[in-house]
């Protein structure tokens, strides 16, 4: 089945130094679009970055992510960490819509970033 | 655009009370989704609707849970006998109806079973 997989729960890295979270997915779709959705604390999880296409670096706020057909990822990194970027972060997997325009949306379980001073 | 709204934000209820929790989608968004969010499970799928219509309730815990979709601005859940293991985040999300489209979330209703 289709699934997405964050192998981390808890991240936890120092202002300033880099900052990386795995994304790795199985699907059965060949036309798929990735997401990787940020939350912070008693807000909506909000839409960080979108892509579906393959080997293409996407950016938004500093966060980049590059999807990769050949290794099924979808890692999220960013090169200095900001204490405003502590928030849980969801990478998530849209299939291709059913005759019903129904779209499978699959979410990893989060990953909850910390950055400290 | 005011995104998603819920109400409320927060709900206690007693043991085996009911309680409804309410979702206005984005104005022009014909998608409609309802996510249970727990720190062990993550986001959990329960339900969709298209243009009004339940298309997917699988995600749903069929006998007391329900959702509902009288029209196209606002859409419930409503959990009857409610126990414990229902306190959850319940986050509601729309989306416009086309290739792998955004889906917008609201900032959820916090309920507590105590």
């Known amino acids: 089945g289709d699934s997405v997989t964050q192998t981390e729960g808890l991240v936890t890295v120092t202002e300033g130094l880099p900052v990386k979270l795995n994304c790795t997915y199985q699907?059965?779709?060949?036309?798929?679009?990735f997401f990787w959705y940020v939350q912070y604390l008693n807000e909506a999880p909000q839409v960080l970055l979108r892509s579906s296409t393959d080997n293409k670096r996407t950016e938004h706020q500093g966060f980049h992510a590059t999807l990769h057909k050949s290794s099924s990822s979808f890692h999220l990194q960013k090169s200095s960490a900001q204490l405003s970027d502590s928030a849980l972060y969801y990478c998530a997997l849209s299939g291709p819509p059913s005759n019903t325009g129904y779209q499978n949306f699959y979410f990893g379980k989060g990953t909850s970033l910390t950055v400290i001073p | 655009n005011a995104g998603v709204i819920q109400t409320p934000r927060h709900k206690v209820t007693g043991k085996g009370q009911e309680a409804t929790l309410w979702c206005e989608p984005i104005s022009g968004h014909s998608a409609v989704f309802w996510y249970r969010q727990t720190i062990v499970q993550g986001l959990e799928f329960l339900t969709y609707?298209?243009?009004?219509?339940?298309?997917?309730d699988s995600g749903m815990p069929k006998e007391r849970f329900s959702a509902q979709m009288p029209n196209q601005s606002h859409s419930t859940l409503k959990i009857q006998s409610t126990q414990p293991q229902d306190s959850a985040v319940y986050l509601c999300?729309?989306?416009?109806?086309?290739?792998?489209?955004?889906?917008?979330f609201g900032a959820g209703t916090r309920l507590s079973v105590l």
């Open positions: 609707f298209r243009n009004q219509a339940p298309i997917d």
């Open positions: 699907t059965t779709y060949l036309t798929i679009a």
């Open positions: 999300a729309s989306s416009l109806v086309c290739s792998q489209n955004t889906l917008y």
